[in-house]
Structure formats: structure tokens, C-alpha cells
């Protein structure tokens, strides 16, 4: 039976479906249920998977591609640079030791020093995918353990710029034609050396101009029309055209991904870019790792399964020592250098791409690169046991320890206090905190407004608040309070109801227009409501006092108590839906206020006056 595309998308999908939930509740981790999903479903079981499998996995990479890109826009350049030490020493450390370790131990089997060399660069890389998916899901990315991982596969991810720079200086007098074809994707593989080293370094260029200088504009223009899928169509245009350009000059797709995401996070759109790519990116890793685990190829590792195994495990055991040693020398305690060893002890994702690049450039023979795929691919499907299993040791001894709040400079944004809304209304917060020095993430839809708000200094970001995705990428789960200073009553409404949905542990702090917008908001539920007019409409009645004669302490208790009456009759009113009944409560309130006012100006202790009835109602 000829099978179709539809047929092919139910059985991953059946795959991942069955597969994912039962390796999470086995305590496995997603990345290990998507590979076991693969194996079931490829040539080695079901065999539903068969030849299509190699170009699925093409495919299936524009999940890292989406995956560097998201990365990049949570690294803002400050942060890269504050982190510069762990970054490059750290980082730097691991991929020189460990080409060292690898290209040696391959000199010592005979194989020539140009081959080691790309053998031990390649190796040296883990799975970023696997890593960051598997300390996500087992909440260790805020532990030393999971920042000195990061630092280290940030600085892999750079690294991968003077890779593919060095890679054609390696190539030796064996045509490409032994090993595979030019891939006629490639226009610049023609060129010399030092012209494909020139152009590598030209469209990194192309990169970090478009996204510094061409791409807000374009973002603003797309904003201003409010249709959110043009939004997200503009999103994946950026992240594919930015794949092609790199495809077509020898380049890795996600690394030129990761370097817009890196000169956009600084944009007020970054939120909203994230958010909107967010889905694609977490659909295609899941059919990435599926592909990872369809391609591992059983029938070549029964052929020689002492070499394989045996290669596996001298790479990792290669790559967790030289980690172990590092650990120890950047003074990781003993149970966050044992995660972090065992964490990146795989060959990554880009093995995948750099073989088959020193394939094409003759480097490496084809019989080289088919065992190194194979043990790429096992190494990463062995990773999420081998920390399932570390984890499991470590609880029973002792708990991860969090590094200290400053230290997270890679994190997500983490601040206390997020403002929905930066109009006039909401800018007046903003700027008394500010003053404070409270750190606030502020949320605007405007995309004029955020576009002169950051001109003027504010950092504001362009997104919509009743979004629950945004909001965690915003730091909802994390922020001790929310202010929603949104003019739009019905977008305040669905903020709330967004709120209180995802994040009930969040208190709320919401603007009301009038009291009748208060109304709606005590119907749902929110306790501190803020009536724009109140406070304004009060000013205004003290100074008309004090001009009348009054004095200031009798202007400013007059008009407290009149505050804490009118709040009380809120709650009064906003329950009550009949039109005459409400004319009738309208009335005796305004009544029972004339006579506590009254009351309070004629009381002798005038400072501790307080009304005779608590239960009183009044309404402004």
C-alpha cells in the first residue's frame, strides 16, 4: 500500500501521542519517549518509516532552527556580555579539551590528524535540544548545574562559526565525488577556501544587519494592521528565509537563526515572537527527535556492535570527564558536577549537519561518517536515561541548590511586577516604580505607543497581556503582582479571565474607567480595582474646598472619608440589576454620605471620627 502524506502524519502523531505521556509518567523525560516513539515506528520494528525517514530529518532540523532562534531572543547582548567569563572560559575550555581528547585518541587509531581534528571539533558539540528540553523538564535549569550547561552549549552554538570556517581549510586531495555529492544548494562551494571563508563571515554580517536595522520597521508596519497571523506569517518568513540564506552559503540554518534571535531581543517584539513561533518550534523538535530515533540504524549496529557501542561509550565517558574536570575547576559542588558532566556527555544535533559538510568537502570518508552518525544518534537516545538515572542517585542523597537570584542573567525575564497596558494610566505607574527601583515588565498592543515609549527610555515590549503564553514568556509564574492598566474594557475583562486561569497565584491590581466598569470588574471576581476618575475627581473637590474657606485637614478628611464610603457602596451596587432598585439604592447612599459628612465636620476628635454605622453604603 502506497502510503500518503496523511497516513504518514497519523502514524508520528499516534506515535508521539502514545509514546510521550507513558515515557513522562515513567519519569523518562519527553526527549526519551520521542526517540522510543522513532525506533517503534522506523525500519528496526513497525517499519511504517522507511527511506523518507533521511529526508524527514532534514525537515525535522527546522525544529533546532526554531529552537536556536527562540534561544537567541531570550540572550540580550548585555547579558551575552556579562556573561562573557563563563561563557568563554567555561564554554571555551570544554570544546578545546575535549577536540583535544577526541582527535588524539583517533590519531592513536591511525587516523590521519585533518580527520581527528574534524572529529574531535564535531564531538566536542552536545544536543542543545536534548539538554535544554531534559533540565526544563526536570526543573534544573535555575541550578549551577543547569547555568554552567547552558554557558557552555551557548558557547557551542557560537562556536559553530569557526567550525564551518576551518572545515574547507581541512580538505584533502580525495574528490567529493568518493564520499557524496556537492549539494547543489550550496553556491559557494565552488569557491577557494579562503572565498567560502569570506562568505561565511560575510552573510553572518548580512544576519546581524537585518535583524539590527530592517527588521523593527518591518515588525511595526505588520503590528499596526492588528491581524495576529500576519504577525506569525512574518515570524516564520524571518526564520526561513534566514535557513535558506545560510543553506545557500554552506552555513548551518540554526546557527544564522540564533544570531537574529540574538540582535532581536532587544526589541519591544520579543515577546511576541516567541510566543507566536513557540508552537512550531515545540511540533517539529518532537518530529526531529522522532527522526533522530527512526534513522539510528540497527541493522549497521548489529554489523559491528563492539565497534559502535564501544565508540559510544568512549565518547561520552571521554566527554563526562573532561566536565568532570572542568566542574571541579569552576568549584561546582560534587552533585551539580555530576549532573552537569552527565548532562552534555552526548555528540549534539549538529553532528548531523558538520558530517555530512566534511563528507561533501572530502574530509571525512563515507565509512567514517556512517559509524559516527550512528553513535551520534545512540549517545543522544542513551542521554535522557543516563540523567533520568543520575537524578534519581542524586535525590536519594541530596536536592539541587539553586544559584543565587542575580546569578541568572540567562533567564527569562523574572521581574516582580508586570504592567498589562502603558498608556497614560498605566506610564504613571510605571515611572513612580521605576523611581523605586522596582524592576517591571511592561506589555503594550500599540505598537506606536511601545515604538516612542522606548525612544523615550521605557523598556516595553509589544504583546498582547490576555495572552497566557505571552504572559509566561513575560515571567507570570514568577511576578508577585500584575497591574492592568488596559484602556480597553473588554481586552481588561479577558486579561483577567486569562489570569485567573493560568496563573491564580498572581494578585491583580486593575484599572476601572468608571464605576460601572467597576461593576464588571468586581463581578469577576477582583478585589483591588482603581477608578481612573476617582482620585482626579476628588482633587478637584479638596482644592474647590479650600478656596471656599475650608482648611486643608478638614478638605483632605473629607474626602477620605467620602473615599472609603464610596468603595463600600460598590460592592453594594455592583450586585444589584434592577434599574429602579438601583435609582432607589442610589439615592438613600447619597443620603446616608450627606449625613456622614455632616457627622465627621461636627465629631470634636476630628482625626479618629469614624462612621457611627460600619455597615453604611454611599455613592459619589
Known amino acids: 500500500m502506497q502510503q500518503t502524506f496523511l497516513f504518514q502524519a497519523m502514524i508520528y502523531l499516534a506515535a508521539a501521542v502514545v509514546m510521550v505521556p507513558l515515557a513522562k509518567k515513567a519519569g523518562l523525560g519527553s526527549v526519551l519517549g520521542y526517540l522510543i516513539a522513532g525506533i517503534i515506528i522506523g525500519p528496526a520494528c513497525l517499519q511504517f518509516i522507511g527511506k523518507e525517514g533521511e529526508d524527514l530529518m532534514h525537515f525535522a532540523e527546522f525544529g533546532v532552527v526554531m529552537m536556536l532562534f527562540v534561544i537567541g531572543l531570550e540572550l540580550e547582548p548585555l547579558r551575552l556580555w556579562r556573561l562573557r567569563k563563563s561563557i568563554a572560559g567555561l564554554g571555551g575550555l570544554q570544546v578545546a579539551l575535549t577536540t583535544l581528547a577526541i582527535a588524539g585518541g583517533a590519531m592513536l587509531l591511525q587516523v590521519s590528524w585533518k ?7 564535531i564531538v566536542s558539540l552536545s544536543s542543545t535540544a536534548i539538554v535544554l528540553q531534559s533540565l526544563n523538564e526536570k526543573g534544573l535549569m535555575k541550578t549551577a548545574a543547569g547555568q554552567s550547561s547552558f554557558a557552555v552549549l551557548l558557547f557551542q552554538d557560537i562556536a559553530v562559526i569557526p567550525i564551518l570556517a576551518i572545515f574547507p581549510l581541512l580538505a584533502s586531495e580525495m574528490p567529493a565525488t568518493a564520499g557524496a555529492a556537492k549539494d547543489p544548494h550550496n553556491l559557494v562551494s565552488a569557491l577557494p577556501a579562503w572565498g567560502q571563508t569570506l562568505i561565511v563571515l560575510g552573510s553572518v554580517a548580512v544576519v546581524v544587519v537585518l535583524g539590527r536595522y530592517v527588521m ?20 516564520l518568513l524571518l526564520v526561513v528565509g534566514i535557513a535558506v540564506l545560510m543553506t545557500t552559503v554552506g552555513l548551518s540554518p540554526a546557527l544564522g537563526a540564533f544570531l537574529a534571535g540574538v540582535v532581536l531581543a532587544n526589541s519591544e517584539y520579543r515577546h511576541e515572537l516567541e510566543s507566536d513561533i513557540d508552537p512550531f518550534k515545540g511540533l517539529l523538535l518532537g518530529l526531529f ?58 555528540v549534539g544535533e549538529f553532528a548531523f549537519v558538520l558530517f555530512n559538510f566534511s563528507l561533501q568537502e572530502g574530509i571525512l570518508s563515507k565509512e567514517i561518517t556512517e559509524i559516527m552518525v550512528a553513535v551520534v544518534a545512540i549517545s543522544m537516545a542513551f542521554t535522557p536515561l543516563i540523567m533520568t538515572l543520575n ?34 494610566f498605566g506610564t504613571t505607574i510605571g515611572r513612580f516604580l521605576r523611581a523605586h527601583n522596582i524592576a517591571t515588565t511592561v506589555l503594550d498592543v500599540n505598537s ?77 471576581g477582583i478585589l483591588n480595582i482603581y477608578r481612573e476618575t476617582l482620585d482626579t475627581s476628588l482633587r478637584v473637590g479638596v482644592d474647590t474646598l479650600k478656596f471656599l474657606g475650608y482648611s486643608p485637614e478638614e478638605a483632605t478628611r473629607s474626602a477620605k472619608t467620602f473615599f472609603i464610603h464610596d468603595e463600600q457602596a460598590l460592592k453594594h451596587l455592583s450586585a444589584i440589576r434592577n434599574a429602579d432598585e438601583y435609582v432607589v439604592a442610589v439615592r438613600e447612599n447619597n443620603a446616608e454620605l450627606e449625613r456622614l459628612l455632616q457627622a465627621d465636620q461636627e465629631a470634636p476628635n476630628l482625626d479618629k471620627a469614624e462612621p457611627k454605622d460600619k455597615n453604611c453604603l454611599a455613592l459619589g
Not at 298 to 318: E, R, S, T, Y
Open 115 to 121: 580527520q581527528s581534528l574534524a572529529l574531535g571539533m
Open 216 to 235: 523593527r520597521p518591518v515588525f511595526r508596519f505588520i503590528a499596526k494592521t492588528g491581524m495576529r497571523e500576519m504577525f506569525t506569517a512574518m515570524v
Open 289 to 346: 527527535f522522532i527522526a533522530v530515533g527512526a534513522n539510528i540504524n540497527f541493522h549497521f549496529i548489529i554489523a559491528k556492535p563492539l565497534l559502535i557501542l564501544g565508540l559510544v561509550a568512549g565518547v561520552m565517558c571521554c566527554k563526562m570527564l573532561v566536565l568532570l574536570v572542568l566542574g571541579k575547576l569552576f568549584r561546582l559542588t560534587k552533585d551539580q558536577n555530576s549532573i552537569f558532566s552527565t548532562a552534555l556527555c552526548q
Open 391 to 424: 537524578q534519581k542517585i542524586l535525590n536519594v542523597f541530596a536536592k539541587p541548590v539553586e544559584v543565587p537570584h542575580q546569578a541568572s542573567d540567562v533567564a527569562e525575564e523574572d521581574n516582580p511586577v508586570i504592567i498589562a497596558g502603558y498608556g497614560h
Open 448 to 524: 506606536d505607543n511601545v515604538d516612542w515609549l522606548r525612544r523615550a527610555g521605557f523598556k516595553v515590549y509589544y504583546g498582547d497581556a490576555s495572552r497566557h503564553d505571552l504572559l509566561e514568556i513575560a515571567g507570570a509564574h514568577k511576578a508577585k503582582l500584575i497591574i492592568i492598566a488596559i484602556g480597553d474594557e473588554e481586552k481588561r475583562l479577558e486579561t483577567i479571565e486569562t489570569v485567573k486561569k493560568h496563573f491564580p497565584n498572581l494578585r491583580m491590581l486593575v484599572r476601572a474607567t468608571n464605576r460601572y466598569d467597576a461593576y464588571d470588574l468586581m463581578n469577576a
